[in-house]
C-alpha cells in the first residue's frame, strides 16, 4: 500500500542553525504534499505545500524541495527560533485511493535558545 | 473563513461508559471528513472519513463508530469504552478533491 516515511524522528538543532526534515513517498501517482506543525495540546496546522508542477515553494524561512523522480520531498527551516519546536508531518496525496493522506510518523524538532 | 470546532477539550470517562464526541464545521459545504486518533507522542491513525451525509468509511476494526447527521457535523461513538481507547482524538475537514486537511484543536480522552 501507500507509505509516507519521515526522518528523522527527533531533531535538535541550536536557535539560529536550519533544520531539515526528509520524506519519501511509495506512490507515483502522489502530486500533492502538504507539511503540517503540531505544537502541544493542539492539532496539526498546515504550514506549506507544494505540488508536483515545482520543485520548490518558499515561505518566508519554510521551504519545501520535492523531488519526483526520487520521490523525496523535504521541509527547511533557516534561522530557527525556539517557537519553531513542535512535531512536524508530512504528507502526500493524488488520485490513489479518492485523493487519500498518507501522513509521515512525524519529527519532534527542539530549538535550543 | 472556513472553521472548526471540537468538543469537549478534555475528557475522562470510566471504563466501559459511551462515549461521544462532536465536530463541526462552517464556512464550507459537503467537505470531506475525517477522524483521527493519536497515541501520545506518536502519529496520526485514521479512524474514520466521510465523503457526505451518512456515508461514513472505517478504516481500522475497532470499539468505536462515527455518524454524519448533517453535512458539516461528524460524530465519535463508543456503547462501552475501553482502557486501550485513551488518547488524542482529532477531527478534520477538507474540501473534495487534492486538497489540504484543516485540524481541529482535539480532544484528549482519558479512560479510568
Redesign the interface.
Known amino acids: 500500500g501507500e507509505n509516507v516515511e519521515q526522518h528523522p524522528s527527533t531533531l535538535s538543532v541550536q536557535e539560529g542553525d536550519s533544520a531539515v526534515i526528509k520524506c519519501t513517498y511509495s506512490d507515483s501517482a502522489s502530486?500533492?504534499f502538504?507539511w503540517?506543525k503540531q505544537e502541544l495540546?493542539?492539532?496539526?496546522?498546515?504550514i506549506i505545500?507544494i505540488r508536483s508542477n515545482v520543485g520548490e515553494k518558499k515561505d518566508q524561512r519554510i521551504a519545501v524541495t520535492l523531488n519526483k523522480t526520487a520521490k523525496h520531498f523535504s521541509l527547511h527551516i533557516t534561522e530557527t527560533q525556539p517557537e519553531d519546536s513542535a512535531v512536524y508531518?508530512c504528507a502526500a496525496?493524488?488520485?490513489t485511493g479518492?485523493?487519500k493522506?498518507i501522513?509521515?510518523?512525524?519529527t519532534?524538532l527542539f530549538v535550543k535558545a | 473563513s472556513q472553521t472548526i470546532h471540537q468538543w469537549p477539550a478534555t475528557l475522562v470517562q470510566p471504563v466501559g461508559s459511551p462515549l461521544s464526541l462532536e465536530c463541526t464545521v462552517e464556512g464550507t459545504s459537503n467537505p470531506n471528513l475525517y477522524w483521527y486518533r493519536q497515541a501520545a507522542g506518536r502519529g496520526l491513525q485514521l479512524l474514520f472519513y466521510s465523503v457526505g451525509i451518512g456515508q461514513i468509511s472505517s478504516e481500522v476494526p475497532q470499539n468505536l463508530s462515527a455518524s454524519r447527521p448533517q453535512d458539516r457535523q461528524f460524530i465519535l461513538s463508543s456503547k462501552k469504552l475501553l482502557l486501550s481507547d485513551s488518547g488524542f482524538y482529532l477531527c478534520a475537514w477538507r474540501d473534495p478533491g487534492n486538497q489540504p486537511q484543516h485540524f481541529g484543536d482535539g480532544t484528549r480522552l482519558s479512560i479510568l
Open positions: 502530486n500533492y502538504p503540517y495540546g493542539k492539532g496539526p496546522q498546515l505545500d508531518f496525496s493524488g488520485v479518492g485523493f493522506t501522513f509521515g510518523a512525524g519532534r
